[in-house]
């Protein structure tokens, strides 16, 4: 009885050593390598919004009255510059639908890759 002991015990040792140096040496490093080669990517939702219209933009004074004729060249390019300003502010201004969050994997640069591995343990 004791010698049957002594061999299960002594399988049930070595078995769990196996497993374990299979774990350490094969295992783990799969899965820290195969979780540092994707990086997670997120973007917020953008939430809806109603668009102004031209009318309403000047009314609420945010568009800046631009100077017709430009008689020199430096009114020329103030005049230009408001132009862009005006446009650049109707554009901000429109209708916007709702974006919702996303979440994607992309894959990982190589120093993201070599910093993932040092990092947990590798």
Not at 65 to 72: E, Y
Not at 88 to 96: V, Y
Not at 104 to 111: H, I, L, V
Request: with cysteine; charged share 25%.
């Amino acid at each position: 009885m004791k010698p049957l002991l002594i061999t299960i015990v002594i399988t049930i040792i070595g078995l769990l050593l196996v497993g374990g140096l299979f774990y350490w040496f094969q295992f783990r490093p799969t899965k820290i390598k195969h979780g540092c080669s994707w990086v997670k990517m997120h973007s917020d939702a953008i939430p809806a919004r109603d668009g102004m219209t031209e009318g309403e933009l000047k009314e609420k004074g945010l568009l800046k009255t631009c100077p017709s004729p430009p008689p020199s060249l430096l009114d020329q390019y103030i005049s230009n510059k408001c132009e862009v300003q005006n446009q650049d502010i109707i554009d901000a201004n429109k209708h916007q639908e709702y974006v919702p969050a996303k979440d994607w994997y992309r894959e990982a640069t190589p120093q993201e890759y070599s910093f993932c591995l040092h990092d947990r343990g590798m």
